[in-house]
């Protein structure tokens, strides 16, 4: 004890830092057996099984095989416009499912439309240009095959019926629409629902701003696609 006094002395920061490290041994290893609340959960050895063990779950982008369809505002919009005119029930929730899909695939099927069952931003407008009109009251407007050029279903009007104030430029207009798959129209020169819709149909087809009238720029597509003039 004498030559450890002795030595405590000759040397103090040597002797201090046993004495610390002493007791940093001593509280650890008091933590590590009477402190403890329970047992450590990674021992490094393992003397004995522990099958009541609880099983902690893995976070959820760990999963495997678990997709999360993100809501989309298009499909929203779509369910709220179906919703309106009576053919979605389902959940407003953005996501595209089967009752989504079938009430897309009905209007289309009542507007005349190639069936798809998929949401895009031209059946939206093609859905906001009925309004909130019930699906019941639509007309349907076939779509023309690729290279089948038809004729109208019904022909100009002898003059003996048509109307007095008819317009001859929207007869014109009418049969060339009609022709192009954008029927059935009635060529009687006459500005109607079926004609208003029929032009929008062609606007929205050729990427035109939705009037239903018969404007410039939409008689010059017209002019294009038909291949006759309808200004003369």
């Not at 009576?86 to 996501?95: F, I, K, N, S, V």
């Not at 095959?145 to 003059?159: E, H, L, M, R």
């Not at 929207?170 to 020169?189: E, H, N, T, V, W």
């Not at 109607?192 to 009238?213: M, Y």
């Given at each position: 004890?004498?030559?450890a006094?002795h030595?405590a002395?000759d040397?103090?920061?040597?002797?201090?830092?046993t004495?610390?490290?002493g007791?940093?041994a001593?509280?650890?290893?008091?933590n590590?057996?009477?402190?403890q609340?329970?047992?450590h959960?990674?021992?490094?050895?393992?003397t004995?099984?522990?099958p009541?063990?609880?099983r902690?779950p893995e976070?959820?982008d760990?999963r495997s095989?678990?997709?999360?369809?993100e809501?989309?505002?298009?499909?929203?919009?779509?369910?709220i416009?179906?919703r309106?005119?009576?053919?979605y029930?389902?959940?407003?929730?953005?996501l595209s499912g089967?009752?989504t899909?079938?009430?897309?695939?009905a209007?289309?099927?009542?507007?005349?439309?190639a069936e798809?069952?998929?949401?895009?931003?031209?059946?939206?407008?093609?859905?906001?240009?009925?309004?909130d009109?019930?699906?019941?009251s639509?007309?349907?407007v076939?779509?023309?095959?690729?290279?089948f050029s038809?004729?109208?279903?019904?022909?100009i009007?002898?003059?003996?019926?048509?109307?007095v104030?008819?317009?001859?430029?929207l007869?014109r207009?009418?049969k060339a629409l009609?022709d192009l798959g954008?029927?059935p129209?009635?060529a009687?020169g006459?500005?109607?629902?079926n004609?208003?819709?029929?032009?929008?149909?062609?606007?929205?087809?050729r990427?035109l701003p939705?009037?239903?009238?018969?404007?410039?720029?939409t008689i010059?597509?017209?002019e294009?696609?038909s291949?006759r003039?309808?200004?003369g």
């Amino acid at each position: 004890m004498a030559k450890a006094g002795h030595l405590a002395l000759d040397n103090p920061v040597a002797a201090g830092g046993t004495v610390v490290m002493g007791l940093t041994a001593c509280l650890i290893i008091a933590n590590a057996i009477g402190l403890q609340p329970g047992r450590h959960p990674a021992p490094i050895f393992a003397t004995r099984d522990r099958p009541n063990a609880l099983r902690v779950p893995e976070p959820d982008d760990r999963r495997s095989g678990l997709q999360v369809q993100e809501i989309s505002t298009l499909v929203l919009d779509l369910q709220i416009s179906l919703r309106r005119i009576g053919l979605y029930e389902g959940p407003l929730d953005g996501l595209s499912g089967p009752a989504t899909e079938r009430a897309i695939r009905a209007f289309e099927r009542r507007a005349g439309q190639a069936e798809t069952g998929k949401a895009h931003e031209g059946l939206l407008a093609l859905i906001l240009m009925h309004g909130d009109e019930p699906a019941e009251s639509f007309v349907p407007v076939p779509r023309a095959k690729p290279g089948f050029s038809g004729t109208s279903v019904q022909d100009i009007p002898v003059a003996s019926d048509v109307d007095v104030d008819a317009d001859p430029q929207l007869m014109r207009i009418q049969k060339a629409l009609s022709d192009l798959g954008y029927g059935p129209l009635k060529a009687d020169g006459v500005m109607g629902s079926n004609t208003t819709a029929a032009i929008k149909r062609f606007e929205l087809d050729r990427g035109l701003p939705l009037t239903g009238e018969p404007g410039s720029k939409t008689i010059e597509n017209l002019e294009m696609i038909s291949g006759r003039s309808l200004s003369g």
